[in-house]
């Protein structure tokens, strides 16, 4: 499957999406700049926000309360904000565009 990554200037970076990944872990893997993933995936940094388009937010599933309330640290967030590393790909979300917040270059 495959995602891409829209940097806040519309630069586009599409990339390959195993399933069963998290979001945040294709993009560190593909060295998408703005995603660090600093907490491994634990819904604990927020280093791995990401604004879902809308178009394929409601594939995405819905926040946990843990991400939930990492979010609410965040300056400003889209109604369609996630953390990275709380979405798993599947085939379901091949072709998934999510875009970077420009606080995070
Ligand atoms: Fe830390 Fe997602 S990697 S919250």
Known sequence: AKVTFVDH????????????????????NNNIAGIDGDCGGMA????????VDPAWYAKTGARSEAEESMLTFLPEIAETARLGCQ???TEELDGLVLHLPVEQF
């Open 9 to 28: 200037d519309g630069t586009k970076h599409e990339v390959e999406a195993p399933i069963g990944n998290n979001l945040m872990e294709i993009a560190v």
């Open 87 to 89: 979405i798993e790909m």
């Open 44 to 51: 604990a940094c927020a280093t791995c926000h990401v604004t």
